[in-house]
């Protein structure tokens, strides 16, 4: 059974770090991309950061550039978004989800999302 499970969220200041988890369970997630998402209350989900399947290429939302970075650690099968430098309206849930067939430059445009994780609430707040 394909599972995703995000970790990692909390409550921090303006200008604090967090680095979320996304832990692929049921099958080699190294084979495909991952991507994260985030939702803020009343507001649309929006992709936040894609990591490629062979871990070529990366790709952010401008809002988080600078600021964000994705990596894989094939041997944990998991998918980490650091995020530093954070500001209140990073303030989401944040979700990751594969694709078994889109390719990251379907993410930002609503074309992805196979299987996805629960979510985890990021929360920063002075």
């Known amino acids: 059974q394909v599972q995703l499970m995000e970790s990692g969220g909390g409550l921090v200041q303006p200008g604090e770090s967090l680095r979320l988890s996304c832990r692929a369970r049921?099958?080699?997630?190294?084979?495909?991309?991952i991507a994260w998402f985030r939702q803020a209350p009343g507001k649309e989900r929006e992709g936040v950061s894609c990591?490629?399947?062979?871990?070529?290429?990366?790709f952010y939302a401008d809002s988080v550039k600078g600021r964000f970075t994705i990596s894989r650690d094939r041997s944990e099968n998991t998918v980490y978004l650091q995020m530093n430098n954070l500001k209140p309206e990073d303030s989401a849930v944040y979700y990751c989800?594969?694709?078994?067939?889109?390719?990251?430059?379907?993410?930002?445009?609503?074309?992805?999302?196979?299987?996805w994780g629960q979510g985890t609430q990021v929360t920063v707040s002075s």
């Open positions: 990591i490629s399947s062979r871990d070529r290429d990366t």
């Open positions: 049921g099958f080699n997630s190294g084979n495909f991309p």
């Open positions: 989800a594969t694709d078994f067939e889109a390719r990251c430059t379907y993410y930002s445009a609503g074309a992805f999302g196979d299987y």
